[in-house]
């Protein structure tokens, strides 16, 4: 551990966020693996210039008749109005570059409206684990990950990206934990990463995923590492800052 | 999974318990294993007739007044006016024995005031865990395992705790489980269990008892099956329901 070490917490649910030790201003990454947060990493990957996300259908609708593009999806379900719902397939194509496209989900896009209240907020998912954890590494604040979960319950996925990025933060020693739900998203991580897509053939949101024929994401979501994009909300928008020292 | 099986879930803070899938009537074993729920196993194991838990201070100095023995415990400490603490030593003396003891702590009787709205209340620790699973299988019904936590908190040892009863309940074939957080305390578990001493190092309130030279009750709380107690809160009262078929 480094004198100017920073703390990493992980909290499991957006209705345990009121409840972190983090004191003061730090780094919110907000995850949601299935699908949210791999979505708006896609996105910004496929040239979006940037993703807005609102928490109710209601804004939603108001910005489409205003003519933005509209990702909305409610219990995994693509939302009718909407241009694309919230599978990051949807977002690899021609249509979202260069747009601005409004966002909402079920679980996502509220833990990311919680998470603006305590600092920055950065989008975490597997595809872009690697250059997200040196990113916050060049930051110097503490870092508490939150699960967006699924209808505020613990979610198996979320809980596994926690766990890879507490252990890529920890690595090079700038970072130090005293959280117990981190410690448990490690192991958690120790036990899953040899065969991940194995693994999360117990998680229960997978299998609500094959029950609306959905599961076709699965591999796209576990692989490491596919983007480079690093998505911080600023203002009403989340852009891709990688390329911001 | 025999024909009547019933469901295990696992809740790891009582600010989830309104968020369990679990409907209807049900078994909620509430855990908090450092210290108030081994604390209750080692009162009735002592001969104590009765718990009452109460989620205030002011309540239980009420009833210390009408001259019954209190334990009060608030961030790990004593409270003044308390006959005893939360250590499951207070109680392995004879003065408990056929004995009210009015109860109220940080975290576990809190979560007990939650649980008994949902159904049946037991008491769960590592030092009941046999013969409680096996009176829960005797009943039927589905059960929620609810994690006192610590200030709404995940914590490490009542996942452990959540994985060995979940372990234990599922091994006959009479229990189903389709939860993540379930799923998850089995994992942490089947990691923790070859030496749970060393394991719960890294545990928050293992330090935080350590702080208060208060983790002499480790090696205890950590021990298997050390009572044959059933702790059942029926009425305003927890009693050793073991017996009774």
Redesign the interface.
């Known amino acids: 551990m480094t004198s100017n070490a920073s703390s990493v917490e992980v909290c ?2 957006p ?2 966020f009121k ?3 983090t004191k003061g201003e730090c780094i919110v990454v907000v995850t949601d693996v299935l699908r949210a947060s791999t979505s708006i990493c896609s996105a910004l990957h496929h040239g979006a210039r940037q993703i807005r996300p609102v928490g109710t259908l209601q804004e939603a609708l108001i910005l489409k008749e205003k003519g933005l593009l509209v990702a909305a999806e409610r219990n995994g379900l693509k939302v009718d109005f909407a241009d694309f719902g919230n599978s990051p397939f949807d977002f690899a194509v021609k249509k979202v570059k260069g747009q601005t496209i409004v966002y909402t989900t079920t679980n996502g896009t509220r833990a990311i409206e919680l998470a603006r209240e305590r600092g920055t907020v950065a989008i975490g998912a597997f595809i872009n684990l690697q250059v997200l954890s040196k990113w916050i590494t060049r930051q110097g604040k503490p870092v508490v990950i939150l699960c967006a979960g ?7 996925e979320d ?1 596994l990206f926690c766990g890879a990025l507490t252990e890529s933060l920890l690595h090079p020693g700038n970072f130090s934990m ?4 981190a ?2 998203a490690l ?2 991580w ?2 899953a990463k040899k065969d991940i897509l194995h693994y999360i053939d ?4 997978r ?1 609500r995923l094959k029950q609306l024929n959905a599961d076709d994401v699965l591999d796209y979501a576990f692989t490491l590492n596919l983007t480079s994009v690093v998505p911080v909300l600023s203002g009403e928008h989340i852009r891709d800052v990688s390329r911001i020292i």
Do not use: G, T
């Open positions: 499991f649910s209705r345990l409840y972190i030790r699924w209808k505020n319950q613990f979610n198996l809980a005293e959280c117990d739900s410690e448990a192991d958690l120790s036990v117990k998680a229960s949101h299998k």
